[in-house]
């Protein structure tokens, strides 16, 4: 069974440490949908954009990867599994469909759909595991579906993007997969390692699927415009292979192994507010009182459910994660 880290027995160090890292991880995340938004406009297809997202922080992350390992060769076979469900849903799935959800609907609402994440699994664990909620979970989850109807105002009548909700409900499985693998604690795998073998995963996979056909693949090499003006193509592939990915990914799995998923998942909502800052930043997209209302009743919700999860018992004896956090580090 696996181990993982424990939030009650979570040191001071660990927290000190692990938040500043989970904020930017989350502030890091947040970004990707503006910079996606501005080259799916400009016609690159979601596939493209997230293939050129992943190969850049795959590449990145190459020489780092192979460094953290320090010749362990036997941990990728190991955690083999683990790898190829990091690197498909974790990693390719949300980013892919989050990129589809962003391309017909405002990347802020397609974030917030994404983010309900907790809410699903909660519901999974009662009919999957039979393993009921609290009734502070059944109340969260209530307020998150209130304020989602009010967030993707159906309530006026508005025409609502069905195949965007859809895109961003799968990209919302790919999030909660990326929590619970990140929170892992016992597979020997630093940090890097695992976002490097995952993203390079994702990204051969992905050119797979493009070469096949089965992936929509179409880009252009004309400059991409944004609110404040227009930028070369080029700025935003590595903004947010560099910047979106690969430190967000390696910051996200330390600061989770660090935190645990239970605080991580609290800290990693900062990427909503990210996510609409930069919507507006970019995009200039601001949603409407009705949408904003909604969506702080949905973060609500995400927290009351989260509140309402039952805390593990300490584990008799604590293991410190990360023993070679600070020597991963990029």
């Not at 609402?109 to 009662?126: D, G, K, R």
């Not at 990326?178 to 073998?197: C, E, I, M």
Request: glycine share 12%.
């Amino acid at each position: 069974m696996s181990t993982v880290t424990n939030d009650v027995s979570l040191g001071a160090r660990n927290v000190r440490l692990g938040l500043p890292l989970a904020i930017g991880a989350a502030f890091a995340f947040g970004m990707s949908g503006g910079w996606a938004r501005g080259l799916i406009d400009a016609g690159w297809t979601p596939g493209a954009a997230v293939t050129a997202r992943i190969w850049v922080a795959a590449l990145v992350l190459l020489i780092p990867t192979i460094l953290s390992l320090r010749g362990r060769w036997g941990l990728l076979r190991k955690n083999a599994g683990m790898i190829a469900a990091y690197g498909l849903l974790a990693v390719t799935a949300t980013q892919l469909f989050y990129f589809q959800a962003v391309a017909v609907m405002d990347v802020g609402i397609a974030l917030l759909i994404e983010y309900t994440a907790p809410v699903a699994v909660i519901l999974w664990l009662w009919v999957r595991r039979g393993e009921r909620p609290s009734r502070r979970s059944v109340l969260g989850a209530a307020i998150a579906f209130v304020g989602l109807v009010l967030m993707l105002d159906i309530l006026t009548g508005a025409t609502v993007n069905g195949a965007g909700i859809l895109w961003a409900l799968g990209a919302m499985v790919g999030a909660a997969a990326y929590f619970v693998l990140s929170a892992r604690a016992d597979t020997g795998l630093p940090p890097l390692a695992l976002a490097g073998s995952g993203l390079l995963l994702g990204a051969v996979g992905l050119t797979i699927a493009g070469a096949v056909g089965v992936l929509p693949i179409a880009w252009s090499t004309d400059d991409i415009a944004y609110r404040f003006g227009s930028l070369p193509w080029f700025v935003p592939v590595l903004a947010m292979g560099v910047l979106a990915t690969a430190v967000a990914y390696f910051l996200g799995i330390a600061s989770t192994r660090m935190l645990g998923s239970r605080l991580a998942s609290f800290v990693a909502l900062a990427e909503v507010v990210a996510a609409l800052l930069f919507g507006w930043l970019l995009l200039g997209q601001v949603p409407g009182p009705l949408q904003a209302l909604g969506g702080a009743l949905v973060l609500a919700g995400v927290v009351v459910v989260k509140l309402g999860e039952p805390v593990p018992p300490a584990p008799a004896e604590f293991v410190e994660p990360l023993p070679d956090a600070s020597a991963a580090r990029p």
